[in-house]
């Protein structure tokens, strides 16, 4: 009897099981048909976990997709303001991933860690499962970050039926190993992590041979691989007179600084500022009719040199460089400025660092900087945040631009230096091993590998300044940087060195994201 109604309590459960088993099934074809419909037009989720508006390739991957027809789908953290360029195109549709509570940051940094990641699968997963309504052809990745961004695209590209392409700026595990290094159990697994789940994909975009021929040969990778350099979209210009100008004006409140006060050249809004002026007629001879005799801005000759730096504070750039190179060129300017026998050809003017960008090490540097000058004389350093439209103005009116990017994995090259380059802005950068895939040294910048190394190049570009002949042969070179077209590419055997970004994206991404969609039917649900 007992065994008899044993048999008969299993029997039920396993009716119940096989219940269990039938919805699950139900619900598993319900979700699947949702999520894997084809789109009725192409389409693409850009995922980048940051903030969308300090991600210019990312934001200029977007904007390719989406004037070449694409409903594309940026998804990232709200923060700083897009390019322009970008939100107002008609496909474009940006989709903000939640934030993770600031309280969890009381906790230890491997709790915490854990936590955000958890934070960060659920915010991801419901963008790009249930936000982007309609499954996305392909679905583009920025890596790093790799934990957990790689394996939620795997996963979401899987049950979505979309191409997922990585676009490699660097590996993910080497930067934590800035931080933890590399024989840290945390960094063996992000290594491990990242190898796994960014070996198979549609296409793998590289941002230089390098970092391709390395994964290549290392890793194993699958898919189409192409090598798609960080490269100045068209608008980057070097600035005329006028432009650096209205600039100026507008970044006027920000130079209040005492320090730059009585450093800089007395503006006289609107009329000068503290690089232009304007040559008006005298008060006497002012009459309506003589309006078209006033003089368009021009260059200050009493003006400093200003030197640019672009930055996100992070430990991979070498802060000590620079300031050790400052306080180097402060002292050679007093040596040479107050001796009797230097003449005017061998003086060297005033400079005004200017250092752009938000990150973790800047109150720390700014800090020490703020403490140097107060003896120093002929040097300034600020950090400036600059909304997006600025930004290559600030460029295309600067003198010389220093790079520090010292690259934590030897493989990325500085795509602040492309946007320089663009600017048509000379740069002084930190050797590393692939650099001269960007950087000529001699041709179009130059590289140094210490502080005093810097301040040798600083000193030599800036004598004389600001009829620099050194500096201007420099900046020449840069002459027309993005602005090659594809046929003056080709007959000129240019290897698309100095092509802008949409010639050079047109070249390398369109026909992997054109092979496949042309042949689709997009009208089907």
């Not at 007992?2 to 009716?15: N, T």
């Not at 003089?295 to 802060?319: G, H, I, Q, Y």
Request: a positive charge.
């Amino acid at each position: 009897m007992s065994v008899s109604r044993a048999h008969g309590e299993w029997s039920s459960f396993d009716l119940l099981l096989a219940l269990a088993c039938i919805l699950l099934i139900v619900v598993t074809v319900k979700i699947s048909r949702y999520v894997k419909r084809r789109p009725r037009h192409r389409s693409v989720a850009i995922l980048v976990l940051g903030d969308v508006g300090r991600s210019p390739r990312m934001m200029y991957h977007a904007e390719s997709f989406a004037k070449l027809g694409f409903r594309t789908h940026l998804v990232g953290y709200k923060g700083s303001k897009p390019v322009s360029s970008l939100t107002s195109l008609p496909h474009v549709h940006i989709h903000h991933l939640s934030e993770t509570p600031t309280f969890f940051r009381r906790l230890s940094f491997g709790l915490f860690a854990l936590v955000k990641i958890a934070y960060q699968t659920i915010s991801v997963l419901y963008t790009l499962m249930f936000s982007i309504t309609h499954s996305p052809e392909f679905i583009m990745v920025q890596n790093p970050p790799s934990i957990p961004t790689l394996a939620l695209v795997w996963f979401v590209g899987w049950i979505r039926a979309s191409k997922v392409i990585i676009d490699w700026h660097n590996l993910g595990h080497s930067i934590l190993a800035l931080k933890l290094g590399y024989g840290h159990p945390f960094v063996m697994i992000a290594k491990r992590f990242e190898e796994f789940f960014g070996r198979s994909a549609y296409a793998h975009l590289f941002v230089t041979r390098a970092m391709r021929d390395h994964l290549a040969s290392k890793w194993n990778l699958t898919g189409r691989m192409a090598v798609l350099y960080d490269r100045p979209p068209s608008h980057f210009h070097r600035c005329l007179p006028p432009e650096v100008h209205e600039l100026f004006i507008r970044l006027g409140p920000a130079l209040k600084d005492p320090s730059l006060t009585d450093f800089l050249p007395k503006p006289n809004v609107p009329y000068s500022t503290e690089f232009t002026m304007t040559s008006w007629p005298s008060r006497e001879s002012r009459t309506p009719s003589r309006h078209s005799q006033i003089n368009m801005p021009k260059l200050r000759e009493d003006r400093v040199a200003l030197l640019v730096s672009s930055t996100s504070w992070t430990p991979d750039e070498d802060f000590d460089t620079l300031l050790e190179a400052l306080k180097l060129y402060e002292e050679r300017a007093r040596a040479l400025n107050d001796s009797p026998q230097s003449s005017s050809t061998e003086k060297l003017p005033k400079i005004w660092m200017v250092i752009t960008g938000k990150g973790p090490l800047r109150a720390v540097y700014m800090s020490r900087v703020a403490r140097l000058q107060e003896t120093w004389a002929f040097v300034r350093c600020s950090s400036l945040w600059l909304e997006a439209e600025d930004y290559p103005l600030l460029l295309g009116s600067a003198d010389l631009g220093i790079c520090l990017h010292a690259s934590s994995s030897a493989l990325d090259l500085p795509m602040k230096v492309v946007d320089m380059f663009g600017c048509g802005l000379p740069v002084c950068a930190l050797d590393f091993k692939c650099l001269p895939e960007l950087v000529k040294d001699g041709r179009n910048g130059m590289v140094f590998k210490g502080s005093r190394e810097l301040a040798d190049q600083m000193e030599a570009l800036l004598k004389s300044f600001p009829n620099s002949t050194r500096l201007e042969t420099l900046r020449s070179s840069l002459e027309g940087v993005g602005q090659l077209s594809d046929t003056h590419s080709k007959s000129n055997g240019v290897d698309w060195e100095w092509c802008t970004w949409a010639d050079n994206w047109n070249r390398i991404v369109k026909p992997l994201v054109l092979r496949d969609v042309e042949h689709l039917d997009y009208t089907a649900s």
